[in-house]
């Protein structure tokens, strides 16, 4: 069974810190993997999309990925309280078509002021 | 670029009705549109998957008969909730996609309570 799996939190960090979301995958054909802001209330954004192993930086945000440890991890540089929402994990496996997303439980991110 | 709208965002209806969500990609071909459930605190369920001019593939315990989607063109799909009944109340959310390998993107909800 494919699942994605994240601490659900909450994890707070103090305003201006490094917020670190970490997520593990069980399907090793798995091959991109997404992070999604969701605001309470409303539906889900994507942020960053990572395909290969190493790093890779958008603005203050950075998408880790090693397939090895099959593990996934957004880094959050400078958080600012409006980084505050669920942050979920998503993997992109086969499905009808050519391909669905399967998503972790998501981690609640608090950044304090 | 790549907005999806959904109508309505909020809905409440008695038991026993049937209610229709409509799911559109404003300035894209949606080839294929995903439907998703939320339960509080929880994640995203896959409901059905949804090819423009085919029928919708249901994920397993999602009963088709009950949850009716139809994607007749490249920029609509529709969501019916059958003889709704309270708990079905959850909050729906559609995605689509222009191209077999393109990202998703996520309409704004529906938030349905049955009474």
């Known amino acids: 069974q494919k699942e994605v799996e994240q601490n659900s939190g909450p994890l707070s960090v103090p305003e201006g810190a490094i917020a670190s979301l970490n997520c593990t995958y069980s399907?090793?054909?798995?091959?991109?993997f997404f992070w999604y802001r969701q605001y309470s209330g409303k539906s889900p954004e994507l942020i960053m999309s990572?395909?290969?192993?190493g790093d890779k930086e958008d603005g203050r945000f950075t998408a880790q990925l090693n397939k090895a440890s099959q593990y996934v991890s957004l880094l959050i540089r400078d958080s600012q309280p409006s980084d505050s929402a669920t942050y979920l994990c998503?993997?992109?496996?086969?499905?009808?078509?050519?391909?669905?997303?399967?998503f972790g439980k998501g981690t609640k991110l608090s950044v304090i002021p | 670029g790549a907005v999806v709208s959904q109508h309505p965002s909020r809905v409440i209806c008695k038991s026993g009705t049937s209610v229709k969500i409509e799911c559109r990609s404003l300035?894209?071909?949606?080839?294929?549109m995903f439907w998703y459930r939320q339960f509080p605190k929880k994640s995203l369920m896959l409901m059905a998957t949804?090819?423009?001019?085919?029928?919708?593939?249901?994920e397993q315990g999602v009963e088709k008969d009950k949850f009716l989607i139809n994607h007749a063109s490249l920029t609509l799909s529709t969501l019916t909730v059958t003889s709704a009944h309270p708990e079905d109340s959850s909050f729906y959310i559609c995605?689509?996609?222009?191209?077999?390998?393109?990202?998703?993107?996520f309409g704004p909800g529906t938030r349905l309570l049955v009474l």
């Open positions: 998503a993997s992109k496996t086969p499905g009808a078509g050519s391909y669905q997303l399967t």
């Open positions: 949804s090819n423009e001019g085919s029928k919708a593939t249901y």
């Open positions: 990572i395909y290969s192993n």
């Open positions: 300035d894209f071909q949606a080839t294929t």
């Open positions: 399907d090793r054909v798995s091959q991109s």
């Open positions: 995605s689509a996609r222009d191209i077999p390998d393109g990202d998703q993107y």
